[in-house]
């Protein structure tokens, strides 16, 4: 069974400084995407940045990218630059591939990030 | 803008009560998920449905069952509510196709449930 682990409950970071999340997991499949999402106070989640794992290289969006290191089954996310509005719950999840069809998503446990005026 | 509705932001009921989380998606997905969020556990899936009156359990779901008589409404039912099952209650709908772009899951904005 595929397991995702976030090892940091709790972070914080000065407003405009650089913060990285850390998740690990582990699967046997070799076909599959890793996700982190955010969870603002409000609850609306919402999908920060997206990894195929058949990519080598390392997705970014905007402030937000990753180090995806396939090999060590670790999936980072660094924020730079960080804002107020980033102050959530962040979340690491895995979908096998294979499971596509139903879009079944494998969640850490969170990771509680606070920026800091 | 896509939308996953729940019906409630918050509910408190009681121990032994039979409980309905009601969840209405209008993006015309086959598949819908309801997960419990609970501190230091993060998302455990509890059911979910990939069609019409087709149901499958996930991780948790002993306590709990789910109806899809609608392909836009699921429906999670706690049966007879107990004190372990207040949590908060998340349902998610994501593309019935998985595509290279569309692989992202939308999600209701959760149900606090307290059970007394």
């Known amino acids: 069974a595929q397991t995702v682990t976030q090892s940091q409950p709790e972070m914080s970071v000065q407003e405009a400084e650089t913060v990285t999340l850390s998740c690990t997991y582990d699967?046997?499949?070799?076909?599959?995407?890793l996700f982190w999402y955010k969870q603002p106070p409000s609850r609306q989640m919402i999908l920060v940045i997206r990894q195929e794992a058949y990519k080598q290289q390392n997705a970014t969006e905007n402030r937000f990218s990753v180090n995806f290191q396939k090999a060590a089954k670790s999936f980072s996310l660094k924020i730079s630059d960080s804002q107020l509005g980033d102050t959530a719950m962040y979340f690491c999840a895995f979908m096998d591939q294979g499971s596509g069809n139903t879009g079944k998503l494998i969640f850490g446990q969170g990771t509680t990030l606070q920026v800091k005026p | 803008d896509v939308k996953v509705t729940q019906s409630s932001r918050y509910l408190v009921k009681r121990t032994g009560e039979k409980v309905f989380l009601e969840c209405v998606q209008d993006m015309d997905h086959e598949n819908m998920f309801w997960y419990r969020q609970d501190p230091g556990l993060g998302l455990r899936l509890i059911y979910f449905s990939y069609d019409v009156k087709m149901k499958e359990k996930g991780d948790i779901p002993e306590g709990y069952s789910v109806s899809r008589e609608k392909k836009e409404r699921f429906s999670l039912i706690l049966e007879s509510a107990s004190t372990n099952q207040t949590s908060m209650y998340l349902c998610?709908?994501?593309?019935?196709?998985?595509?290279?772009?569309?692989?992202?899951?939308?999600f209701g904005q959760g149900t606090r449930l307290t059970v007394v």
């Open positions: 998610a709908s994501p593309p019935g196709w998985l595509g290279v772009m569309n692989t992202e899951a939308f």
């Open positions: 699967t046997s499949e070799n076909n599959y995407y």
